[in-house]
């Protein structure tokens, strides 16, 4: 008879789909033990290492008798709720416990792990065999590992590993889901995933991203809000690259996908009024400098030019608040006929087509003095401004 013991969630231990702890009187020290001893499965474990790990603000003259004491009652109710011996033995040699487990006990986060290394394997022979393993592994996590226990130190690293792998696991599923088209699964999928993971934002993104290939643009955009409304009761947060990636996203699917007049489109694409430099995305930026450059003579001037904008790394830390800043800068400081994108989180590229006379010192000062006047000397950038030629390439791996 099988005995399988459930981690990732709620802890429990069951033989024939049933619960065998039920019946006992559960003390909090002894199943804490148990689970201390489960994570450490078949490894040696000190006397004193096991005592600061879960009892170190216990007083206590003689903790190893303490200890030896605590373990004595755990044999005693494994006895009680176990049919045989050779499901969970503590032994006890050279100075060392162990927990030694034996072959009829199975352990959830084996298999999970088991599911992942089929999955991995078949990956590269047979996706839908990969897809099953995947299935089958992120279905066996229901929860944190040892999700009780929310404050032991000891727990924190296992836990940050079991939820990785979990969100790894999950991401290659959506993968395989999205060149299936099977985007109904990927929403099913995440759904419930947020429930045990909420704060996990890769998780979001699947699940916004699936919704608009189904064309389910105004569930997107309530999903969007609900979970930006949660990260900040939560944690704080009122925004991230990954938020700001995901609202563009839904403004991109936005753009009316129905059927248009001349009256329509003329309207749409009329910017009359429309001030300032123009921000885009950085695919639309790749686009406009190429059909920018295309249309420049060979012979031309070399009076255009690509302006790209770092943020030190150093400040890091300030990315998020850098990017609001530096898009009022830019917007306020360029012309109408200038376009900007945030080409990755800590770099912004301009084009700058026109510029005569030096003027590109000129736009450089602009930008400068309106950020000290504005915002002080908040943020250490570099500036650097490239002639477009029509050799010129969009590379700047080297700054």
Not at 166 to 189: A, F, H, M, N, P
Not at 344 to 371: A, F, M, T
């Amino acid at each position: 008879m099988k005995l399988y013991i459930t981690t990732l969630g709620d802890f429990d231990m069951l033989m024939e789909g049933k619960s065998i702890m039920q019946d006992v009187s559960r003390s909090y020290k002894l199943f804490k033990l148990l689970e201390y001893f489960l994570t450490f499965k078949n490894k040696k474990l000190l006397p004193e290492v096991i005592i600061e790990n879960l009892w170190q603000d216990q007083d206590s003259m003689d903790p190893k008798n303490m200890i030896r004491g605590q373990i004595f009652r755990l044999r005693q109710i494994l006895k009680e709720i176990l049919p045989e011996d050779d499901y969970l033995t503590i032994s006890f040699s050279n100075g060392y416990y162990t927990l030694e487990v034996g072959k009829n006990v199975v352990l959830d986060t084996d298999e999970l792990e088991s599911w992942i290394q089929k999955g991995d394997e078949e990956l590269e022979i047979d996706h839908d065999k990969a897809l099953t393993a995947y299935r089958n592994a992120i279905n066996l996590y229901r929860g944190g590992y040892l999700a009780e226990n929310s404050y032991e130190i000891w727990l924190v690293p296992v836990r940050s590993y079991y939820k990785r792998i979990y969100v790894k696991t999950l991401e290659k599923l959506v993968d395989l889901c999205s060149e299936k088209g099977r985007d109904e699964e990927i929403v099913r999928v995440c759904e419930k995933a947020i429930t045990i993971e909420p704060y996990e934002e890769k998780i979001h993104k699947f699940l916004i991203e699936s919704l608009l290939r189904l064309g389910k643009i105004q569930n997107a955009h309530n999903h969007l809000e609900f979970m930006q409304v949660a990260f900040e009761k939560e944690m704080g947060i009122t925004t991230t690259s990954l938020i700001r990636e995901i609202q563009r996203k839904i403004q991109s699917y936005s753009t009316d996908k129905v059927e248009l007049t001349v009256k329509d489109i003329n309207r749409k694409l009329d910017e009359t009024g429309v001030t300032g430099p123009l921000k885009c995305e950085s695919e639309y930026f790749k686009l406009l400098y190429n059909s920018h450059k295309r249309r420049r003579k060979i012979d031309q001037e070399d009076d255009d030019y690509i302006s790209l904008i770092t943020l030190d790394e150093s400040q890091v830390d300030s990315i998020d608040k850098w990017q609001d800043v530096i898009t009022k800068v830019l917007q306020n400081t360029l012309r109408k006929g200038d376009i900007f994108t945030l080409w990755n989180d800590s770099q912004i590229l301009i084009l700058l087509p026109e510029v005569r006379n030096g003027g590109i010192k000129v736009v450089e000062n602009r930008i400068k003095n309106y950020l000290k006047t504005n915002n002080g000397n908040l943020f250490d950038m570099s500036f650097k401004f490239i002639p477009i030629e029509n050799k010129t390439n969009l590379d700047f791996n080297n700054k």
